[in-house]
């Protein structure tokens, strides 16, 4: 679950740096998803 926040924290921190809908913004989002997918198939297992 740290590793959700840190990546949380840095999709933000670079949101506001360089814009919520910039290209490296989108594509920390999109590994945030992922890595929670994969923590909540793993919880239910």
Do not use: P, Y
């Amino acid at each position: 679950m740290k590793e959700i926040e840190i990546m949380r924290q840095e999709m933000i921190r670079i949101g506001f740096e360089k814009g919520f809908s910039h290209q490296e913004t989108v594509k920390i989002s999109q590994e945030l998803d992922k890595l929670i997918c994969n923590v909540m198939i793993t919880s239910k297992a």
